[in-house]
């Protein structure tokens, strides 16, 4: 699935940048099955009441999936851009670390879908997404 069979996550966290470094985000792990990403559940990242912000999973998710999708593109001619986005918040988080893992469910030569599960340090998910991503030539 990745253009680059070579790529590491060191490669992928040197591309993050604006608001990915302000909310915290790192890549974890690259493999076969998709990509994983981290985010601090802290004062960045949390709404009034202390729990984690909707906003802010969202973030993520479309962070973890855009970063996937362009991984799957010949960045000499290609990039990505991300369309829509849909969350279910379905656990709250008021603290620690949300991992969200993006999975292929269509890679397209112009459409990708993503299917990305948000869980917390113990496992449980805490908001499913879906994210489109359209793929677009650089000229």
């Known amino acids: 699935m990745w253009f680059k ?3 590491e996550i ?3 966290n040197k591309m993050a940048t ?3 470094k302000h909310l915290g985000i790192e890549f974890t792990e690259i493999d076969e099955e ?3 990403a ?3 559940v802290e004062e960045r990242t949390h709404q009034p009441f202390g729990l984690l912000h909707g906003g802010a999973t969202a973030a993520l998710a479309e962070t973890v999936g855009s970063f996937a999708s362009y991984l799957t593109v010949d960045h000499e001619k290609e990039f990505t851009v991300g369309i829509e ?3 279910q918040h379905l656990k709250s988080v008021r603290s620690g ?3 969200a893992k993006a999975y292929p469910v269509r890679l397209g030569k112009i459409l990708h879908v993503w299917d990305i ?3 917390d340090e113990e496992g449980q998910l805490i908001a499913w997404c879906k994210l489109s991503v359209m793929v677009r030539p650089l000229t």
């Open 10 to 12: 060191e490669q992928v």
């Open 5 to 7: 069979k070579e790529i």
């Open 18 to 20: 604006g608001m990915v």
């Open 97 to 99: 670390y949300v991992y």
């Open 117 to 119: 599960r948000v869980r």
């Open 38 to 40: 981290r985010m601090p």
């Open 85 to 87: 986005i849909t969350a």
């Open 34 to 36: 998709g990509l994983t």
